[in-house]
């Protein structure tokens, strides 16, 4: 479903499908950069990676017939076709953080941000991937590793681009064909696949808050429950630290 168009350098690639979709771009016209300069991250972080060792590429969406309070799954949906790509291309076990942060025995292989544009079409969504492949050890650092390291070590951007990228149609038609029912198959694909669940976590807010607790359950929207003591608090947006399984 994926119309790619490849490009050498740029800014960012959720930037320039964004850009993509406000001109009238279809579903599935995508970005792939051999370099980002100005890569964009979650909890407006930044995204970094030298030249041609990773997969930089965004995919538009525009999910007409899914309600939009449903909407909040994609980035999870996204993260769990990563998952299934990494594990199914190259054998590496990867898992999900909550919300999508793939890791590798605790260290951080792709992450991914998800935005949405208003667009003369209605909404659209840009799906944004960037995963480490070639990275050698002093390229990255200490909490983060890379298909490379993970003993992956023939594999190259193009290649996980093509598994991510059939991953991720599947996984998309799926949830759009049940008009975004997450108990039709996102919902329990996530949990399997989610190394959050059932731990004890600190989740860190965008400011300087912070709460601890067990890691309870997704809610029907996609948020995380944390169980502290004997209240359940429901969390839109942090920074997960895994701490121990309880
Ligand atoms: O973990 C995060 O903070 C999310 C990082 C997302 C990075 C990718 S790389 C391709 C796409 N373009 C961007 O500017 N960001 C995403």
């Given at each position: 479903m994926w119309q790619v168009r490849r490009v050498e350098e740029t800014g960012s690639t959720n930037v320039d499908v964004a850009e993509l979709a406000r001109s009238g771009a279809a579903e599935g016209t995508a970005v792939v950069a051999g370099y980002q300069r100005t890569g964009r991250g979650r909890l407006d972080r930044t995204w970094e990676a030298p030249p041609g060792s990773s997969l930089a590429v965004s995919f538009l969406l525009r999910p007409r017939d899914v309600p939009v309070e449903r909407w909040p799954w994609l980035p999870l949906l996204v993260g769990v076709a990563a998952v299934d790509a990494v594990v199914g291309l190259t054998g590496v076990g990867a898992k999900l953080k909550w919300p999508n942060d793939v890791l590798v025995d605790e260290r951080k292989l792709a992450g991914i941000l998800v935005e949405r544009v208003d667009t003369p079409q209605g909404a659209a969504a840009v799906a944004g991937i960037g995963l480490n492949v070639t990275q050698r050890r002093d390229q990255l650092p200490p909490t983060a590793t890379s298909l490379f390291l993970e003993g992956?070590?023939?594999?190259q951007p193009a290649e996980m681009l093509e598994a991510l990228g059939d991953r991720l149609a599947e996984r998309y038609a799926e949830w759009h064909d049940h008009r975004?029912?997450?108990?039709?198959g996102i919902a329990p694909a996530y949990r399997q696949r989610c190394a959050t669940l059932g731990r004890q976590v600190r989740v860190e807010f965008p400011g300087s808050d912070a709460a601890e607790g067990v890691a309870a359950d997704i809610d029907d929207t996609g948020r995380l429950v944390l169980q502290t003591g004997t209240e359940r608090r429901v969390i839109g947006a942090g920074d997960i630290v895994h701490l121990r399984p309880v």
């Open positions: 992956a070590a023939g594999i975004g029912d997450p108990a039709a």
